[in-house]
């Protein structure tokens, strides 16, 4: 047997492709001229030669019976569609649905590690502010005008009891100016107009309210100028409020009964006279049996009109320790806004308008002014809504991501199927 | 036939068309699928397999030679069924004694190999030589001389290169001319010449 080896440049696959006609051109020429002088490479190119003549010799052979395609073939080929149609569906909705999985568990993993800060905004402080309960049992309207006036700039207290005043007095010429043309209808009206026909000089007075009712404030009329709203007519009648009230204080001592007419308009007028540095002293929710006033005198009984400032909140307490000997040394209630009240009683005027404000601010939800225990309150408050929501949205992903893992297996399982009667 | 307009009505589910196609090849088919599996009634199966797969199929057809195409499902069908066979052949003893390839040889203990050697002629013997190849060479060497496609032809039907085309019916012819070279007696008078040939 021939062997053809790396001597020979001709190999037996160049002879098979050279027997077929198959070899490249340009190799054509130097392998006829290698066989001319090679006797082993002429033998095997011989013996293929022969090979392949047997194998064409062999006979075709005659099909046993027809191949053709019957009619039930048809029908298969029309199911085959269907399955490559139903095997595109399930694949493109089981990616979808893979993806769609993959996004509802990574945003359910991120909430449930807190990395997601979706909710976190002033609303939600404000609106925690909002909802804190009124521990003063004051309604938010009667406060409505003292938030308003808490959202402008800060005032010092003299500027916010200027502005009280002429409100006060807005407020109670406007009755008395209907008394004077007309006979008035309750007692604080009478009193009202009955107070200016009696007007003394307030040098005149005695008792220490006196002496306060009639020192003049110079702060009080420069403030109270731009407050607007009706109290630019008041401000000039803030002296002849002052005056009723220390009429009616006067008349005070004579009998317990006869104050009862001027005490409301006395603790109404007086409020806004009164300096901020005096101690403040919350009498308009609480006032104890321990307060030697007169009968008539119950400062929980205040003035049925509506205060509308800080001052007129103010006010109750500002004058509760100057009206008597007894209120100066009457025991202070226990409570929250007496607290807040009583914390600086010699400092300045700023600190007793912040306590103001924070009264303010507790009742009616003026969150515009944060201070240190409204904040925290509502911080604690948006914490919780906060947590509220995350973990209704988590339950809203946890769901979803079950939904959508259920019909994933579903899809998953169609492509198989699909698959599976594809191949058949 | 205008090959190409039979086969886009095949494709629009013109089963007659594809019937014309199936009458066209179908003994080209049958053969190569007997050569391959070396029996007629496997080579039956595998033919009508294929033109069923064909039809299912026409639709991915894009051209090109429709002739290596289905021939190229041909060979798919064949090797699955060798693959089956292979499988059973481990398993079951029953089928070495219905094995065609040892059949003759066990049908008669009285018979000497001189009246054995008789008894075959020249295509059962070139069809011996085919089933000591491997299945892949032995397709190409049916495709390239028994059936005469060139080697384009073959590497399309195969999905092979033409290098690979031409390494395997190299290795093929010379594994054929290996055995017909030891079995020299079974070859017809026609064929010794060519054995005296080459010891020459």
Redesign the interface.
């Known amino acids: 047997m021939s062997w053809f080896g790396r001597e020979h440049d001709v190999s037996s696959e160049d002879l098979s492709a050279y027997l077929d006609g198959e070899l490249e051109p340009r190799r054509v020429a130097p392998l006829e001229r290698h066989l001319q002088s090679c006797l082993d490479c002429r033998r095997e190119l011989a013996t293929l030669r022969e090979t392949k003549r047997l194998l064409q010799g062999l006979p075709q052979r005659a099909v046993p019976r027809s191949f053709v395609i019957p009619a039930s073939a048809v029908v298969q080929r029309r199911q085959n569609r269907l399955w490559d149609t139903g095997f595109v569906v399930f694949r493109g909705a089981t990616l979808a649905l893979s993806l769609a999985l993959v996004l509802t568990l990574s945003g359910n993993a991120l909430l449930s590690s807190g990395r997601l800060g979706l909710f976190g905004s002033k609303s939600a402080v404000s609106d925690a502010a909002t909802v804190q309960p009124d521990p003063l049992g004051v309604t938010q309207d009667r406060f409505a005008g003292a938030a308003a006036a808490a959202e402008e700039p800060p005032r010092t207290v003299a500027a916010q009891q200027a502005q009280a005043a002429p409100r006060a007095m807005a407020a109670e010429q406007a009755p008395a100016a209907a008394a004077s043309d007309q006979v008035p209808e309750d007692e604080g009206a009478d009193a009202l107009t009955s107070q200016p026909a009696r007007k003394v000089s307030p040098a005149d007075q005695q008792g220490p309210l006196t002496a306060l009712v009639t020192e003049p404030r110079p702060d009080a009329q420069p403030a109270a100028e731009p407050a607007g709203d009706g109290m630019g007519a008041g401000v000039g009648g803030a002296g002849n409020t002052a005056a009723l009230g220390a009429m009616a204080l006067a008349a005070a001592p004579e009998g317990e009964g006869t104050l009862a007419p001027g005490a409301e308009v006395m603790t109404a007028a007086l409020a806004p006279e009164m300096g901020a540095g005096e101690q403040a002293e919350p009498l308009a929710a609480e006032s104890t049996g321990d307060v030697s006033l007169p009968e008539a005198l119950n400062l929980e009984e205040l003035p049925t009109r509506v205060p509308t400032s800080t001052a007129e909140v103010q006010r109750p307490a500002v004058v509760a320790p100057t009206l008597t000997p007894q209120l100066s040394e009457a025991p202070k209630p226990p409570t929250a806004q007496a607290a807040a009240a009583v914390i600086e009683p010699k400092e300045p005027v700023e600190p007793a308008a912040e306590i103001a404000d924070r009264e303010l601010i507790e009742t009616d939800g003026g969150g515009q002014i944060g201070e240190a225990e409204p904040d925290a309150v509502a911080a604690t408050i948006s914490t919780d809504a906060l947590a509220d929501r995350m973990a209704m949205w988590r339950r809203h992903l946890g769901v979803t991501a079950s939904l959508v893992a259920g019909v994933l297996l579903m899809s998953a399982a169609g492509l198989l199927w699909t698959a599976h009667m594809r191949r058949r | 036939m205008d090959e190409a307009a039979v086969i886009t009505s095949a494709q629009q ?1 013109d ?1 007659d068309a ?2 014309q196609l ?2 066209a090849y ?2 080209l ?3 190569v699928a ?2 391959v599996l070396g029996d ?1 009634e496997r080579a ?1 199966d595998a ?2 397999d294929a ?2 797969r064909g ?2 199929a026409i639709d991915s057809f894009n051209g090109g030679s429709f002739k290596a195409w289905i021939l190229r499902i041909t060979t798919n069908a064949c090797y699955d069924m060798l693959r089956a066979a292979k499988r059973r052949r481990t398993t079951s003893i029953d089928d070495l004694i219905a094995d065609d390839e040892h059949s003759g040889m066990l049908e008669d203990d009285q018979e000497t190999p001189e009246e054995y050697v008789q008894r075959l002629d ?2 059962e013997v ?1 069809q011996r030589a085919l089933a000591s190849l491997p299945d892949d060479q032995r397709t190409v ?2 495709l ?3 059936q ?1 496609l ?2 384009a032809e073959i590497a399309e039907a195969t999905l092979v290169s033409l290098g690979t085309v ?2 395997r ?2 290795r093929a ?2 594994k ?2 290996e055995f ?1 070279s030891a079995h020299r007696e079974l070859l017809p008078d026609g ?1 010794r010449l ?1 054995s005296e ?2 010891e020459s």
Do not use: P
């Open positions: 589910g089963v594809y019937n199936v009458i179908q003994q088919a049958y053969n007997y050569r007629e039956m033919t009508q033109f069923l039809y299912r020249l295509s070139i060497v049916i390239s001389d028994i005469g060139n080697y031409k390494s019916l190299s012819r010379a054929m001319r017909l064929a060519y040939s080459i």
